[in-house]
């Protein structure tokens, strides 16, 4: 796909974090080919300069914004940012975070603490500043990030990764109790896709990886902006108005989520 397909989502405006690589970087080229105004965040300005010439080739409209999540005052920057330059914030999507994988014993305070400074509070102070802005226009839609990791079948590893998401995917629930009468819904995906440092596991752990792949009921891994991007496209979109409050595996049908 290399144009602009407009629609649904014309003349929105979405703030997405870690939108220079990866699945915040397809779901900025989906949300850009439906017409929304992206402002795309991240630590690294020649990727967020990259992905934006990359939309506005094929006619999107894109802002690059640098934002270290982990620090409040960039991220309120960033919020403020993406107002000047659009007008406000319609969709917020929390991507970027930090990942600490290892053994609970292996696990230092400072590393889980680094995880939850990038990930729920991250999270949490940017929909804390975008809530008066959605309200003001009328209603807007809110999408978290998780992972299926705090259902996987041996969370072994998976500890400070999954407490940081399902500390996440409390908040999400919460918000969209709290602010459905505002008109902003707030949801959660738990995504599968072939994100750089996927990429950078299954290199290093081909055998392992072959076999995560035959665990996954359509048995590939996720395109960034095929698979993830466009059913964000979805969630945000007033085709899913009535939904919120829920997380969604996108992930193949390989978690099994009670």
Known sequence: MGTLEGGKLDGRVALITGAGQ?????????????GMAIAVAGRTESKLIDTAEQIRAFGGTAEPVVCDIADPDAIAAA?????????????LVNNA???????????????????YRSGPLAALHAMQLVHP?????????????????????????????????????????????????DGIRVNAIAPHALSPGLKWWTEKNPEEAAEFVQTIPLRRIGDPEEDIGRA?????????????????????????WA
Do not use: C, H
């Open 133 to 181: 802005i959605m309200k003001e226009r009328g209603g807007g839609s809110i999408v978290n990030m998780v992972t299926s990791a705090a259902v996987r079948w041996d969370a072994s590893g998976y500890g400070g990764y999954a407490s940081t998401k399902e500390a996440l995917r409390s908040l999400t629930r919460t918000a969209a109790s709290e602010w459905g009468v």
């Open 232 to 256: 964000v496209a979805w969630i945000v979109s007033d085709d899913a108005r009535y939904l919120t409050g829920a997380t969604i595996p996108l992930d193949g049908g390989q978690a099994r």
């Open 22 to 34: 990866g699945v915040g970087q397809g779901v900025a080229f989906a949300l850009a080919r439906q």
């Open 79 to 91: 919020v403020d940012r993406t107002v000047r330059a659009f007008g406000g914030v319609d969709i």
């Open 97 to 115: 975070s930090f990942n600490p994988l290892g053994p609970l014993l292996d696990l230092k305070p400072a590393v889980l603490e680094k995880a």
